[in-house]
């Protein structure tokens, strides 16, 4: 004799549970899986490269404004953006479909400075728990779509305090094989986590490393787009504080979030050295008060993004 599984659950109530042992073998479909994320209060997404997080995060969010809710989309993925530009964390308040057409213009923002997910962990973390904290008090549901870096130590540790900051009461963990193993376990194990695993969206076409660096350099030129003004910034201004002593010329070029007084991101901007004085070029001038530095280098005319170290900018170790 054989049995469906889910009559063997105490009560035989037929439904599927998260811890149960015969249900990790159940591979929900993306359709089942974004109708999930849709019900619930706070959703996050994990998995590697072209596993379709982003994909499955607006599908959900197209299901929660069809049935009357308000979303909130923070995409925490810094080096390949949907909300607003590269190394920063977005966030994006969804009340119509026509919303999702405009989902990379940003509502808020918050620097980071990076575009390597393996770098600058803890400003990662920071700036996700901020913006799903503010998205919290403006959505009924928030997804939280994040970095494609799902192992080793860098990959855990960014996932790990992420959920554990933003206490999501929905993950869904999307992965080819078993990758996603160690990080589905550890946030089971550690938070209580109800995580569903399933397989990434086959329909997917892989994106090459330099399509995304194409794109990238496009979300750049979106957010530095003209008329671009160019502000004499003082050494006080910046975060963090420049050193006494440092030759400005090593800032030339380097990326930088342009902050307003109440500590939220406007824009981005790029540090000029001429004439011996630092300015600033962006856009986002309007109401600026402090410059963040980030540990990217754009070069204004191609966009090119490079990555440097900021300690060893400003102290040379």
């Not at 986590?193 to 995304?212: C, F, G, I, K, Q």
């Not at 030129?221 to 910034?233: F, I, N, Q, S």
Request: aromatic content about 2%; hydrophobic content about 45%; glycine content about 10%.
């Amino acid at each position: 004799m054989t049995l469906d599984h889910r009559s063997t659950h105490a009560g035989g109530d037929g439904e599927v549970h998260g811890n149960c042992v015969y249900c990790v073998m159940v591979e929900p479909s993306i359709e089942t899986l974004a109708r999930e994320v849709s019900r619930a209060n706070v959703a996050m997404l994990v998995g590697g490269v072209d596993t379709g997080k982003t994909t499955l995060a607006l599908q959900a969010a197209r299901l929660a404004v069809a049935a009357g809710r308000t979303v909130a989309l923070v995409d925490a993925d810094v080096g390949n953006s949907t909300v607003g530009p590269p190394a920063c964390v977005g966030l994006k308040i969804i009340r119509t479909q026509s919303d999702i057409d405009e989902v990379a213009i940003p509502d808020q923002l918050h620097f980071v400075g990076t575009i390597t997910p393996a770098r600058l962990v803890l400003q990662q973390v920071v700036a996700t728990a901020a913006m799903v904290d503010a998205a919290k008090r403006l959505a009924d549901l928030v997804i939280l779509d994040t970095t494609a870096v799902v192992s080793g130590v860098a990959g855990e540790t960014l996932k790990y305090h992420k959920a554990e900051l933003c206490r999501p009461d929905k993950v869904v963990a999307l992965q080819r094989g078993g990758e996603m193993e160690p990080v589905v376990g550890m946030l089971r194990r550690f938070l209580g986590l109800d995580v569903t695993v399933a397989p990434s969206d086959p329909n997917l076409n892989p994106v090459s490393p330099d399509e995304r660096a194409q794109r990238r350099t496009a979300l750049f030129a979106t957010a530095l787009a003209p008329p671009l003004e160019r502000w004499k910034v003082r050494p006080t201004v910046f975060a963090p504080t420049l050193p006494m002593g440092l030759n400005l010329g090593r800032l030339h070029h380097v990326l930088v979030g342009v902050q307003d007084e109440g500590g939220g991101c406007l824009g981005l901007g790029i540090l000029i050295h001429e004439d011996d004085a630092l300015r600033v070029m962006t856009n986002r001038g309007e109401g600026m008060k402090g410059l963040r530095l980030g540990s990217i280098k754009l070069d204004p005319d191609t966009l090119a993004s490079s990555v440097i170290s900021l300690r060893e900018v400003m102290f040379g170790i």
